[in-house]
């Protein structure tokens, strides 16, 4: 029935306490919407909220799965690994073709469904890439408003730094003059201490030229080793629900319908490319469509992977492809769902001279650090990562850059990230007893790309994703390189005795190229730090997919807001930057109608 459609008016504040109101349809229906956001996930509940600030505004958020709030796995900083285990109800589950650069090798590829999408999904890293990368966006676009310092307003105003819930010293930990205090989204450093962080913070002294200490990651010159900073408050993950939906529902102009998927965007003036209609489906036995206007835009945050989906969908992309599958070609912009960019990455484990390592074998101190964190909010379970991270470039004098030019931004971005692994169950295939420390490396300036199409007519079909991992030379050989960094990382002094064997013998220091780069095909694979698919390009560009006002290319009333629109893959973690895309896509989409 029509009544079924779960339109979710009421949020209490209280924490974990949700209200929720089921009108009839008609009601529904008969509310004049200015804007619809298709999309209740990171950037869409960011511009929800912030359009919804204007009272006279009328803000429906339609997301295809069920609410966050009250998910344990989502607010225990330490569950994020379980919440983005594949096979899961809050995923699309979602699996890549096979990838040729990786010997055919399928991947998983997480993406949330629910409210807050990644920001509610992800292992909750705040990493703003370095000021070169947003530099890059303005130069790409022809937009200096993404510049670094256009666009670093925008980060602080999303962002509020919030002491570790144990109150420990921090000094020397970060710099207080990058981060913002008034935001909706928290920001931490570490709480728990874990067995390495000495060693890996001695190594910065020892190897100051590989790898100097790095006071604060966010400063826009993230190169060297320094203190990982999260999306936490006071023990809980701080996201955009927490900081943009519960906020926002206290508003009468803002609208949220769950559990229903848009299947289409439709023109809303035939003759004309005017996308002001969405269509509808709710999920579950009836499969029963209807058509919801907006009278000023629709804006699509679906995501990297939903984003190009429904445009593709909706007719709107490349019309020879389109054609071939079945669908009327309403748009055509060849660019849709292409230029996919992620980054490849591997973990390289060394076995410890050390027991107890990994805590999901202890189900005593599982149970235990469960029973604190639920009592005070803090202990093991108030963190979500291991405490460091770290960045480098390849040396000047590689080989690589003898075949191949430096396809970073700039000298202020690093080409490999590297995250160090403790031990402590977030690498979920631990060999032997689990006490193994190692490093993963990303390689964040990555050639290769990839796309998303879709197979038919059906618009719930699985879409086809391909990330092209390791599809270009110069991308195995910067892999290459990332292992010789965690080998000299780990070549200090302060290593020995603790450190015994690497797991594979390609980390070995005798290894042979032709073992490094079979260890790299058979165990590299890629995280979901994807953007590109509805590329931003200067206004008037026939490549690109939107304007640099975040515009969809040739169209009326649609806009896209999310990770999709980012030209090239930061070098790092997309959760920073793409609250900064929302920030200023909200304030563009308020300019153009107040």
Same mark, same amino acid.
């Given at each position: 029935?029509?009544?079924?459609? !779960?339109? =979710? ?34 950037? /869409? ?23 966050? $709030? ?28 096979? $990838? ?10 997480? &993406? ?26 303005? +130069?790409?676009? #022809? ?12 980060? =602080? ?7 570790? !819930? ?10 207080? &003059? ?10 931490? =450093? ?11 913070? $001695? ?16 400063? #826009?010159?993230?190169? %060297? ?24 529902? $206290? &508003? ?12 289409? !965007?439709?023109?809303?003036?035939? %003759? ?44 709107? #992309? ?37 027991? /107890? ?26 963190? /979500? ?52 420390? #190692? ?8 050639? +290769? ?76 694979? +890629? ?9 931003? +390009? ?18 009326? %009333? ?25 920030? &200023? ?10």
């Amino acid at each position: 029935m029509r009544a079924s459609l !779960i339109f =979710l008016l009421i949020f209490s504040l209280a924490r974990g306490c949700l209200s929720v109101v089921y009108p009839r349809l008609e009601d529904v229906l008969s509310i004049n919407y200015d804007f619809i956001v298709v999309g209740g996930g990171q950037a /869409g509940l960011v511009v929800a909220g912030r359009l919804s600030e204007n009272p006279k505004w009328n803000v429906l958020v339609i997301e295809a799965g069920p609410t966050s $709030q009250g998910v344990l796995d989502v607010e225990v900083p330490f569950f994020s690994y379980r919440i983005r285990s594949s096979r899961n109800p809050y995923d699309w589950n979602s699996t890549t073709i096979p $990838q040729r650069g990786i010997n055919n090798r399928t991947i998983n590829f997480p &993406r949330a469904r629910f409210l807050g999408g990644g920001s509610a999904h992800n292992g909750m890293i705040y990493f703003r890439t370095s000021s070169d990368n947003y530099d890059q966006w303005a +130069s790409y676009s #022809g937009d200096p408003g993404w510049s670094w310092k256009r666009i670093l307003p925008y980060i =602080l105003k999303s962002e509020k730094w919030t002491p570790p !819930i144990d109150h420990h010293n921090i000094t020397g930990m970060y710099d207080p &003059r990058f981060h913002g205090n008034s935001g909706p989204i928290s920001v931490t =450093l570490p709480t728990y201490p874990q067995l390495v962080d000495n060693m890996i913070i $001695q190594t910065t002294r020892e190897l100051p030229n590989d790898f100097p200490y790095l006071l604060d990651i966010n400063a #826009g010159r993230p190169l %060297g080793l320094g203190w990982r900073q999260s999306t936490i408050k006071y023990g809980e993950r701080s996201n955009a629900v927490t900081g943009f939906l519960e906020p926002a529902m $206290q &508003r009468r102009n803002f609208h949220v319908m769950t559990n229903t998927t848009a299947t289409r !965007i439709l023109q809303s003036n035939p %003759g004309r490319p005017e996308f002001r209609i969405v269509e509808v489906e709710q999920n579950g036995s009836e499969r029963r469509r209807v058509q919801i206007s907006a009278k000023k835009e629709v804006v699509l945050s679906l995501g990297v992977i939903g984003t190009p989906q429904i445009l593709l969908n909706s007719g709107i #992309g490349d019309r020879n492809e389109l054609q071939a599958v079945g669908v009327p070609s309403r748009l055509h912009i060849p660019d849709v769902g292409k230029n996919l960019s992620g980054q490849p990455s591997i973990s390289h484990l060394w076995f410890a001279n050390a027991t /107890g390592l990994n805590w999901l074998l202890n189900a005593t101190f599982m149970n235990e650090a469960l029973a604190q964190w639920n009592s005070t909010r803090t202990g093991p379970f108030a963190d /979500g990562a291991p405490n460091q991270l770290g960045f480098v470039r390849i040396p000047r004098n590689s080989p690589v850059f003898q075949r191949f030019s430096d396809p970073s931004p700039g000298p202020n971005t690093p080409h490999i990230m590297m995250t160090p692994i403790t031990g402590n169950g977030f690498t979920l295939a631990l060999p032997g007893d689990g006490n193994v420390v #190692g490093m993963s490396t990303h390689v964040v300036t990555p050639t +290769s790309r990839g796309f998303v199409r879709i197979n038919g007519t059906n618009p719930l079909s699985h879409p086809i994703i391909d990330l092209g991992v390791l599809s270009t030379e110069f991308d195995i050989l910067a892999m290459k390189e990332a292992v010789r960094a965690v080998q000299r990382f780990f070549s200090a002094p302060t290593w020995r005795g603790f450190l015994l064997n690497p797991v594979n013998p390609a980390l070995l220091p005798n290894a042979t190229d032709a073992m490094i780069e079979f260890y790299l095909r058979n165990g590299t694979g +890629s995280p979901p730090h994807t953007v590109g698919t509805a590329s931003m +390009s200067p206004k008037g560009a026939k490549y690109g997919v939107v304007d640099p006002d975040l515009r969809l290319k040739g169209a009326v %009333g649609v806009s896209i807001v999310d990770a999709s629109v980012i030209p090239i893959v930061p070098a790092g973690h997309t959760q920073a930057p793409v609250y900064a895309v929302a920030e &200023r896509g909200a304030d563009l989409i308020k300019k153009r109608w107040q």
